[in-house]
């Protein structure tokens, strides 16, 4: 654990037409599971388009490990390991499961046009390594049944599953999660969270937009609420559900 | 003029479109981008390469060049195909760089505008081209577009039977070859369906027959021909694999076609047959017979589209390829995993104009002349329809479909014989219109073509032999390697 935030984004605004979506939202983001929450329309959704290239900001800055970034291009800062799951899962339906989960892995030097002509060099090493990680990978997610099959066969918990399994493979610093476990049944909701944690043991980093209170509460150190494009308010995750605002603008009586 | 001379001709056209239609299904098939103004980068190979290579001070030719790069290297041995080669190799790179021009500011626009741009921009080429006459020469063009090699042809070996041996014994082998390709693709057709196919392809091949001796017996023919049709959709109704009984049909009906009808129809019969069989061989080419220029192109032509396909194939089956598959499929997503996929939509379309521009290279050679008006947008719509009659993103259906599609549109014109010559215009506007028929049957019927997408395999070195011996890392269940 480092003391400087992982992820600090300050004043970031955007708009679209009429609709202010962030309306100067700071925020940092230490190493571990942060918890993002908020209404249906708060803008949770447009804050990690803005801060992960899909969209560029209104205004505002957003530093990532110390580098600002603020405007990048996705690739770019996926590579420095900044990676975020869609919250409507977007799978590449005509190709396999395992061909998407191939896409994943970073360097793979396949992936450049000479190399592709000459093989040689680690072509067939990187490919092998990059094989066992997406078998390895669908194996935990329990895709491996259907790693042939084309990914538009999936069904709807399964693609979030191999969406988040994708992300995983890209061996990201930080991930930003857009309510990754909507629709998964318990047993393997169970078994995420443990992977989730386990790898914020190794030093990897969560922010996890979920609208079930209960398992914010359980698996986040640190919750934020946003309201109408702001930052509401941020803390422990049983202050955060005390806090009377929170309780007005989102949570409703509390149970 | 005997089949075989149709045929040495279709096929050598296949080849070249078959090369154009590669470039595009890996722009389009692959890559996802429509890219309308394809046959700019066919023009401009062609262009490129005739200028590199014919000879200086042409009268009649007030354009750039010619720069004779075979005659300047023909001072080693074997220097003017080299020569020649690198002016294929020119009008690929100018191909491709032009396209550089069109992508770097287009391929940033949404796909639909990427079309109408690239259609509008193929345009604008054409017309400059054809109003700079400093450029190519303007409309006039090209006449005296350098032949490679055509000093050595007709290449003969010596003796008479020398020839027959060696050039009617490769033709032989090669139509061999291709009967035991289609018989091993058949072998398991239901007995039945292959039956009622053969009885339907003798109908079919002696209606044929008959239909080239004209006159009354015409009638006879289409009847017979109708009936032909019947049985055969009776055929592919009862076996049990249609598309093999349909190859099967297929086949037949061609070899009935080029066998048969010369023993109807020609007024010398084994004449017309030798020359079909020994398709490779002109016993009046030369002294003592031998390969005349066109064939020569042909193996040429083809063996170029073997290569691009070979390469096509190569780049495909990597991680690069599957990364352009992606691309292709949702562009967010490779992008969401840190693939510059930017710079992946202008290799694809480097590649695939560079595909284009030896196309045209081989196109201009085989009509030995180059004018702005052999380049209109339909040239890029005719690769369009053959790729999706073949089978969108599937490299060897796409050569499939420039086959089947030139055989329609150039094989029709053998009706042009049985009608009146004032209805040459019209039966040239019905080849289009069931073209435009078939495309729309294919559509609807089979919208991923006569083959579909191919399928996908990264072999890697090693890999047979043990195909899980990586897997004992993985985790149970998982096959890393397939
Ligand atoms: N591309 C867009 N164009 C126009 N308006 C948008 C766009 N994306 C988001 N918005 C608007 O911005 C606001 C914030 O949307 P956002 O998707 O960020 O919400 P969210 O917090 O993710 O909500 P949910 O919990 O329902 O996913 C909404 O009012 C939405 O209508
Ligand atoms: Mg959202």
């Given at each position: 654990m480092t003391d400087d935030p992982i992820l600090s984004v300050s004043g970031l605004e955007k708009t679209f037409g009429g609709i202010t979506a962030l309306d100067g939202v700071d925020l940092t983001v230490d190493q571990g599971i942060t918890g993002l929450i908020g209404p249906n329309g708060a803008g949770k959704t447009t804050f990690f388009n803005c801060i992960t290239g899909y969209l560029a900001p209104d205004g505002g800055t957003v530093e990532f490990q110390g580098d600002d970034v603020t405007g990048n291009r996705t690739p770019s800062i996926v590579r420095e390991g900044l990676v975020r799951t869609f919250q409507i899962p977007r799978e590449l339906e005509n190709m396999t499961v395992r061909e998407n989960l191939l896409l994943?892995?970073?360097?793979?030097?396949?992936?450049k046009l000479g190399r592709a002509w000459?093989?040689?060099?680690?072509f067939a090493e990187d490919e092998r390594r990059s094989r066992r990680e997406a078998a390895e990978m669908a194996a935990f997610f329990e895709l491996d049944h259907l790693l042939d099959e084309p990914a538009g066969s999936l069904s709807g918990g399964q693609r979030k599953l191999l969406e988040l399994a994708r992300v995983l493979l890209t061996e990201p610093e930080m991930v930003l999660l857009d309510e990754p476990l909507a629709g998964v049944n318990p047993t393997l909701e169970r078994k995420i969270l443990e992977r989730i944690h386990e790898l914020e043991s190794q030093g990897q980093t969560f922010l996890f937009v979920e609208h079930d209170i209960e398992l914010i509460m359980e698996h986040c150190d640190h919750v934020v609420v946003m309201h109408q494009g702001q930052k509401l308010t941020e803390g422990p995750p049983s202050a955060v559900r005390s806090d009377q605002r929170v309780i007005d603008a989102y949570l409703g009586e509390e149970i | 003029m005997a089949l075989a001379d149709f045929a040495v001709s279709l096929l050598t056209f296949v080849a070249i479109y078959g090369l154009f239609a590669l470039g595009l299904n890996l722009k389009f098939g692959f890559t996802g981008l429509i890219d309308f103004g394809h046959v700019a980068y066919f023009m401009i190979g062609g262009y490129v390469t005739a200028v590199l290579t014919m000879p200086a001070q042409v009268t009649g030719y007030d354009g750039?060049?010619?720069?004779a790069l075979p005659e300047l290297l023909a001072v080693v041995p074997g220097g003017d195909v080299l020569g020649w080669l690198l002016g294929v190799a020119g009008g690929m790179v100018a191909a491709a760089l032009v396209s550089l021009l069109v992508g770097v500011p287009t391929l940033r626009l949404r796909e639909d505008y990427l079309a109408i741009t690239a259609l509008g921009i193929a345009t604008i080429l054409n017309e400059v081209v054809r109003n700079e006459?400093?450029?190519?020469?303007?409309?006039?063009?090209?006449?005296?577009v350098h032949q490679p090699a055509s000093a050595a042809f007709p290449l003969g070996l010596g003796s008479f039977i020398l020839n027959l041996v060696v050039f009617g014994g490769l033709s032989v082998l090669v139509i061999a070859y291709a009967g035991y390709r289609v018989g091993s693709y058949v072998k398991d057709v239901d007995t039945t369906g292959a039956a009622l196919g053969l009885a339907s392809v003798l109908v079919l091949g002696g209606s044929i027959g008959a239909l080239t001796q004209g006159g009354p017996l015409l009638f006879v023919g289409v009847g017979l021909a109708v009936a032909g049709v019947a049985v055969l959709r009776e055929a592919v109704r009862r076996s049990i694999e249609p598309e093999r009984t349909l190859a099967l049909v297929v086949a037949l009906a061609a070899a009935a076609w080029y066998f048969l009808q010369p023993l109807l129809a020609a007024s010398n019969p084994t004449v017309t047959l030798q020359t079909n069989v020994m398709f490779l061989f002109d016993p009046v080419a030369g002294p003592n017979g031998g390969l005349d220029y066109d064939r020569f192109f042909m193996l040429l032509s083809l063996a170029f589209l073997a290569g691009g396909y070979w390469w096509c194939q190569r780049t495909i089956n990597s991680p690069y390829g599957r990364v352009l598959r992606a691309v292709r499929d949702d562009e967010d997503v490779p992008r969401a995993l840190g693939k510059e996929t930017f710079r992946y939509k202008i290799q694809a379309l480097l590649f695939g104009s560079a595909l284009a521009g030896a196309a045209g290279s081989l196109y201009t050679i085989h009509l030995g002349f180059i004018s702005?008006?052999?380049?209109?947008?339909m040239i890029t719509f005719f690769a369009f329809a053959s790729v999706i009659i073949g089978g969108t993103a599937n490299n060897a259906g796409v050569v499939l479909g420039t086959a089947v599609f030139w055989a329609i549109n150039s094989g029709t014109q053998f009706l042009n014989d049985y009608f009146?010559?004032?209805?040459a215009v019209k039966l040239a506007a019905a080849r289009l219109i069931f073209i435009g028929v078939l495309l729309i049957v294919i559509l609807y019927y089979r919208p991923e073509g006569i083959l579909g997408e191919q399928d996908y395999d990264i072999r890697l070195p090693g890999d047979e032999p043990a195909p899980s011996r990586d897997d004992t890392a993985a985790a149970p269940g998982g096959d890393a390697d397939d």
């Open positions: 994943a892995p970073g360097g793979q030097s396949g992936e000459l093989r040689g060099g680690q | 750039l060049g010619g720069y006459t400093w450029l190519f020469n303007g409309p006039f063009g090209i006449r005296t702005p008006d052999q380049f209109g947008a009146p010559s004032e209805y």
